[in-house]
């Protein structure tokens, strides 16, 4: 069974950094791409950032560029979410989910998120 | 404002049929990237629900079923029943902003 679990989330400073962790089970993790996504409260959902299956290739919302990092470690079925300079706007659950490379991504699995609220 | 526009709410009574409409632009619909829908019940993950503008993974009842059209795309639900009842996203890929776009979310009651 497919089994995606985030955590890291947490109540955090304006200008504030924090790393999201997601724990994947149940499938061959290197065999896909990843994503983190998320929905800020009583909102719908936003694409934050995307990593492939190695790590040599990841892409980001404008959003987040330049102040959000993915990663992954294959070693440890593990992929992550560096967030610095962290805004109110930023303020939102995060889901990881597992990505389908078709003609056009989609995501196939999601995990149940890890709140972050930027707030002073 | 999303990139993908979505109507915030539509209602249906048990038993009848709605359509959900997806309109992007030719950057994304438009210009031939796939359309994919979500389902997210009250306080849990979003769910698959239709991929590549018109397939169900397994599980999904054929009650479900979507279409593409130019720069739009539409989810069809017959056969309404209390338990679908949630909301339900669109998403596609941008080629002007480089990555994966959602719609904004339609609301959907049971009468």
């Known amino acids: 069974e497919v089994q995606l679990v985030e955590s890291g989330g947490g109540v955090v400073r304006p200008g504030g950094s924090l790393r999201l962790s997601c724990e994947a089970t149940g499938f061959t993790f290197d065999d896909y791409g990843m994503s983190w996504v998320r929905q800020a409260p009583g909102k719908g959902l936003e694409w934050v950032s995307g990593i492939n299956w190695n790590g040599g290739s990841t892409g980001y919302a404008d959003s987040v560029k330049g102040r959000f990092t993915i990663s992954r470690d294959n070693a440890k079925n593990s992929l992550y979410l560096q967030m610095n300079s962290l805004r109110a706007e930023d303020t939102a659950l995060y889901h990881c989910?597992?990505?389908?490379?078709?003609?056009?991504?989609?995501?196939?699995?999601w995990g149940q998120g890890t709140l972050v609220t930027v707030s002073s | 404002q999303s990139v993908l526009t979505q109507p915030p709410s539509v209602s249906g009574a048990p038993g009848q049929r709605v359509t959900i409409s997806c309109t992007g632009s030719s950057f994304n619909i438009g210009a031939g990237y796939d359309v994919h829908w979500y389902q997210q019940l009250p306080g849990t993950a979003p769910k698959l629900l239709i991929y590549?503008?018109?397939n169900r993974p397994s599980g999904v009842p054929d009650r479900f079923s979507g279409s593409k059209s130019g720069t739009s795309a539409s989810l069809a639900i017959t056969g309404l029943q209390a338990e679908d009842e949630a909301d339900y996203y669109c998403q596609s890929y941008d080629s002007s902003l480089s990555g994966l776009v959602f719609g904004g979310g339609t609301k959907l009651t049971v009468l």
């Open positions: 989910a597992r990505d389908v490379h078709s003609r056009t991504t989609l995501h196939d699995y």
């Open positions: 590549g503008n018109s």
